[in-house]
């Protein structure tokens, strides 16, 4: 099986720099992913990575250690749009199925 | 190019009906993955077709069941409905039925929300 654990809220300040943790623990493991999920909307797809290290996308960067079980998204110049629940989420090696993290809401606050 | 069309967004039943939900993917992506989302439980993997043909099936009792269609679009029943099946249900498609991986990307529908009296 597969659990998934991450932050349930967090806070911080427009401008600032924020980092949301993931650890997962799997019984094969393939990628992590990170979606975004704004208040009513669907999830959408922000990073995936398979490799150990840092894939950064603009303001959006993603890290992985696959010998800790640990990921982490790192956001920066926060804007108010970034307020949104934050997925983390474990491709089973073999599986055919995601699984996902209960969520991080994350406030971006004036 | 559409997204995940679903359908109905929102409906409300009481306990002990049954439900059909909707879902048509993004053309030319064969697989179609169920999602249930609560607030306390977060997404939970309901099932996946491919082909017509169900491939992993979660945690859920059987009232939960799904079938797809040759055109790929797929639909979800909840028989017997229960209070603690108020949720939103997400339906999301990829190109192919292998494990998801940087070229095979989940791609969301905006979900129905399902409400039980």
């Known amino acids: 099986g597969q659990n998934i654990d991450q932050p349930t809220e967090m806070t911080a300040t427009e401008g600032a720099i924020v980092q949301i943790n993931c650890t997962y623990q799997t019984s094969g493991f393939n990628g992590l992913f990170w979606y975004q999920q704004h208040a009513g909307e669907a999830p959408t797809f922000l990073s995936y990575n398979v490799l150990d290290g840092l894939e950064e996308k603009g303001r959006f960067s993603s890290f992985l250690s696959r010998s800790k079980g640990y990921s982490y998204l790192l956001l920066k110049e926060l804007q108010m749009k970034d307020s949104a629940s934050y997925l983390c989420a474990a491709s089973g090696a073999g599986s055919y199925q995601l699984t996902f993290g209960k969520g991080t809401k994350l406030s971006v606050i004036p | 190019k559409a997204g995940v069309t679903q359908t109905p967004r929102y409906l409300i039943k009481t306990r002990g009906q049954q439900v059909t939900l909707s879902c048509s993917p993004i053309s030319g992506h064969r697989s179609v993955s169920w999602y249930q989302q609560t607030p306390g439980q977060g997404l939970q993997f309901l099932f996946e077709?491919?082909?017509?043909?169900?491939?992993n099936k979660g945690n859920f009792p059987g009232r939960f069941s799904g079938r797809q269609f040759s055109n790929s679009r797929s639909e979800m029943n909840v028989s017997t409905l229960e209070l603690g099946d108020s949720a939103l249900y997400l339906c999301?498609?990829?190109?192919?039925?292998?494990?998801?991986?940087?070229?095979?990307?989940?791609?969301f529908g905006a979900g129905s929300r399902l409400t039980v009296l």
């Open positions: 077709y491919f082909s017509e043909t169900q491939r």
């Open positions: 999301a498609s990829k190109v192919l039925g292998g494990a998801d991986s940087g070229a095979n990307v989940l791609t």
